[in-house]
């Protein structure tokens, strides 16, 4: 499966921004969804994750209440929409496919897009 992530940019804090993931090549709706992100000079951390059917969820702490992950199985796409949004939440954010730290993911097929860069000024 191809992942092909947009709709990073400069926003300032408070506001909002969608991320986008498309993905190619295999049946997306078997596969758990989510993103991650890796700012400058911190580890990876796991933003998001959704089971296959989108009934299940997860959320770091980080993020719980202002952010929401949702997928679309019919245009084999999944969303990020982050709200409220804090200069701490700068960081390049990647989209993944069947990791382990999702939702019913395995691991069996992880694979990572790449990241789109988003800034939040103060």
């Known amino acids: 499966v191809q992942l092909q992530a947009s709709g990073g940019g400069l926003v300032q804090a408070g506001g909002s921004l969608r991320l986008n993931c498309a993905t190619s090549?295999?049946?997306?709706?078997?596969?758990?969804m989510g993103w991650f992100r890796r700012a400058p000079g911190k580890d990876r951390e796991v933003v998001a994750g959704?089971?296959?059917?989108?009934?299940?969820?997860y959320y770091s702490d980080s993020v719980k209440g202002r952010f929401t992950i949702s997928r679309d199985n019919a245009i084999n796409t999944v969303y990020l929409q982050m709200n409220r949004l804090r200069p701490e939440d700068t960081a390049v954010y990647y989209c993944?496919?069947?990791?382990?730290?999702?939702?019913?993911?395995?691991?069996?097929?992880?694979?990572w897009g790449q990241g789109t860069q988003v800034t939040v000024s103060s």
């Open positions: 993944a496919a069947d990791s382990p730290l999702f939702p019913g993911g395995t691991g069996d097929l992880e694979v």
């Open positions: 090549g295999r049946t997306f709706s078997n596969y758990a």
């Open positions: 959704i089971n296959w059917s989108g009934a299940s969820t």
